[in-house]
């Protein structure tokens, strides 16, 4: 099963961070959200753009898990050569993820 099956999300940034919002369709989802999506696993997921850290918040009143990427964004939008250098389509790539 893929992460879009069950949640959505957005994206944002700020100079060479992007911030990624995931949120469950339906509220029973946000556990398991919890349990299977950790930082780690979203570091690994965008390895490929040269992300070196990632920090996850846990918004439990609003059922919703948001990722902040270090370095995600090729220097910053001003200095990035990418076609998306806000990184919008960062929250796509994301819920592209299998879910176990």
Do not use: C
């Amino acid at each position: 099963m893929k992460l879009y099956e069950i949640a959505h999300s957005r994206t944002g940034d700020k100079g060479n961070l992007s911030t990624i919002s995931l949120i469950p369709y339906e509220e029973e989802n946000y556990e398991r959200l919890k349990e299977e999506i950790s930082a780690e696993k979203v570091k690994d997921w965008f390895s490929e753009l040269g992300v070196t850290k990632v920090d996850r918040y846990q918004v439990d009143s609003l059922k919703a898990l948001n990722f902040v990427l270090h370095n995600s964004l090729g220097g910053g939008v001003t200095k990035s050569l990418a076609l998306d250098t806000h990184g919008k389509s960062l929250s796509s790539a994301l819920l592209e993820m299998e879910l176990d």
